[in-house]
């Protein structure tokens, strides 16, 4: 197997490459960790979609269902409080759906980790796919690059890696926190539509 290169620096203290050796570990395993996480909330994230879409398929049958045949001032009112709750669950629910989307994709955040903390983060190169095309164009450059690397320098790639892991996770559970906030308002509204739906059919 590969071994990372030693500096000069590292043969002169064996306690301190022990000790990176043992961070690189433990932020493998938390990446591993992460992208867990991130799997599972993308997971949350689509069934969420899939119940949002529901509520809009009932929203749109009592639309189409919904019929008063008085003309008094009372059914004027009932089909106003109609409109503004039908309104209200179409847009709650598109509102969960767009923030769930963005939480399996996000699409919200157009600008990446390495953009927005260019001047932070060194490269990940081996660790992020990106970085790793970036500054090797072949095979022949990538193996030169992961045979003269140092285990510091791995452990910087690792460590940046992380840190955008767990900033992609904090994005994404964000977005579907929204989303589930939006999804219990647009349930609130559908669930309002429905009683005023019978309560007009059984009373007009």
Request: hydrophobic share 45%.
């Amino acid at each position: 197997m590969f071994a990372p290169r030693r500096s000069n620096r590292d043969s002169e203290h064996p306690s301190r490459l022990e000790r990176e050796k043992e961070l690189l570990d433990l932020i493998k395993w938390n990446i591993l960790r992460y992208d867990q996480i991130r799997t599972s909330t993308a997971s949350r994230a689509s069934l969420l979609v899939s119940a949002n879409a529901l509520l809009l398929a009932g929203t749109t049958f009592l639309l189409n269902a919904y019929k008063i045949d008085n003309k008094g001032w009372q059914a004027h009112a009932a089909t106003s409080l109609f409109v503004v709750l039908a309104v209200t669950a179409v847009a709650s629910i598109s509102a969960s759906i767009w923030h769930c989307v963005g939480a399996v994709s996000a699409y919200k955040r157009r600008k990446t980790s390495r953009h927005l903390f260019r001047e932070e983060l060194p490269s990940r190169s081996i660790f992020n796919w990106g970085d790793t095309l970036k500054e090797n164009h072949n095979f022949p450059e990538f193996f030169s690059s992961l045979r003269s690397s140092s285990q510091e320098e791995i452990l910087r790639a690792a460590s940046a890696e992380l840190w955008g892991a767990i900033y992609q996770h904090s994005t994404k559970h964000r977005l579907l926190r929204r989303g589930i906030n939006f999804f219990r308002f647009s349930l609130l509204s559908f669930l309002s539509l429905a009683i005023l739906s019978l309560f007009c059919k059984f009373y007009w």
